[in-house]
């Protein structure tokens, strides 16, 4: 007779997991503070007191710096925009390479392309999934100009091997911090670990306001052109008297601009990271300590000296010890739970792999980004293909598996229904095979 779900036996739980809803009555009263007000953005991408924005972005730009003890946090409308403003912070000119992750949202990848910069993949660590330094050092040429690194699930990345190879190099450290708010290093949060670090308030990340990001840095002339970037910066450099070509080097802006409700939701938003944070921690460590006791699970590698906070819960599949492939495996684990409150047009949410490499997507495999002569690749004698980086492909084809079932308010209860499910398809793996 048939145990498992995925063979037509009785699934191990029906009820849906809770969602993953921080929005509260503070966030509600904050919108309506700014609806009564009536402005719901006094942004003016002209030089004036208002190019900077209003009193819910100021106040929140502040609250931000203050609470990640950083000198200066930048608010811009997406992640996305924040490391475009950061490259072209940067200094980042046509041809110019920057070495990126070939594991990660897309965006910290393409965002060079933006300035005719060419990435450069190196591969990522076996056990944490963050650029790997001695990949890096192989990278770097007389053309690299900077590095994007990801705190990639929540964990920061090789802070003293990285740091070192940019100061050697003179190379400016951009920190993708998107999955990584609050996370640490020593006495220092994720994201202000480098030149300039950027955080995501996508509605699916730790805290959120519905869309928006933030960029921090202790650069005063980095904050500056980061501002003006985010806000027409050609309509207004020359009141703030850039002149020399140095100074002038991409100073054309955009609209990356965030909005009075988003901030006023933001701020509200980050009274609560800390205990969300420490949820997510405890959650990961509880399912840990139990799913270390199933033989073909490795449960997560913790850098030395760092808190993570766990994005998603990683972990690697061993198909020899399962005697069945992971996809397999994952694919009846998933047969057995539920789906999640407010993600019912998501499968249950556990998944195999994270994104395909990056360099592997038709971007990057056809070498065509802007126009249709292959601006910037045109540059570059760069090629990408399989096998540029085979830890990375390895983890994502065969090992590595991540899942969000420990988001707050998953409680004991339902984790417990996520480590059974994990035992029963272990218990019964012959029926995969």
Not at 69 to 96: F, M, P, Q, R, Y
Not at 242 to 254: D, I, W
Request: glycine residues 6%.
């Amino acid at each position: 007779m048939k145990k498992l779900a995925i063979n037509g036996g009785e699934k191990l739980r029906t009820k849906p997991f809770p969602a993953y809803n921080t929005i509260g009555t503070e966030e509600e009263e904050a919108v309506l503070r700014v609806l009564r007000s009536g402005k719901l953005s006094t942004y003016l991408g002209a030089w004036h007191e208002d190019f900077y924005g209003g009193t819910e972005v100021k106040t929140f730009e502040a609250e931000w710096a203050e609470f990640f003890k950083v000198k200066h946090a930048i608010s811009v409308n997406s992640a996305t925009s924040g490391l475009i403003c950061a490259v072209g912070a940067a200094g980042i000119e046509a041809g110019d390479e920057v070495i990126v992750s070939p594991y990660t949202m897309s965006a910290s990848a393409i965002a060079p392309l933006f300035y005719g910069g060419i990435p450069i993949f190196a591969d990522v660590e076996k056990d944490t999934y963050c650029l790997d330094p001695k990949s890096v050092a192989k990278k770097i040429t007389k053309k690299t100009k900077a590095l994007i690194v990801v705190d990639i699930f929540g964990q920061p990345y090789d802070v003293e091997a990285i740091n070192a190879l940019a100061q050697k190099h003179n190379l400016i450290v951009i920190e993708d911090a998107a999955q990584a708010p609050g996370a640490m290093y020593k006495d220092k949060f994720a994201g202000t670990l480098g030149d300039m670090g950027i955080f995501s308030l996508n509605y699916h990340k730790h805290i959120h306001s519905g869309e928006g990001g933030v960029i921090v840095t202790d650069n005063d002339v980095l904050a500056d052109k980061l501002r003006l970037i985010r806000n027409h910066a050609e309509s207004v450099i020359a009141n703030k008297g850039f002149n020399s070509n140095n100074e002038l080097v991409n100073m054309v802006g955009f609209n990356f601009r965030m909005t009075e409700i988003e901030c006023a939701i933001a701020r509200e938003q980050l009274k609560k990271l800390p205990k969300l944070l420490r949820q997510r921690q405890e959650n990961v460590a509880y399912l840990n300590e139990a799913l270390k006791a199933i033989p073909c699970l490795k449960t997560t590698t913790l850098r030395k000296d760092i808190k993570h906070a766990f994005y998603v819960h990683p972990l690697e599949f061993e198909s020899k010890l399962a005697g069945v492939h992971r996809d397999v495996f994952i694919k009846a684990v998933k047969a057995e739970l539920p789906r999640t409150l407010m993600r019912d047009d998501s499968d249950v949410l556990m998944g195999c792999g994270y994104v395909k490499p990056i360099y592997l997507q038709p971007l990057f495999a056809h070498k065509i980004a802007f126009g249709s002569k292959g601006y910037p690749f045109n540059l570059s004698t760069v090629t990408y293909q399989k096998g540029d980086c085979p830890v990375c492909e390895e983890l994502h084809f065969e090992r590595l598996f991540t899942h969000e079932l420990m988001r707050p308010p998953m409680s004991k209860v339902d984790m417990d229904d996520v480590i059974k499910a994990f035992e029963k398809v272990w218990q019964n793996r012959e029926e995969l095979v």
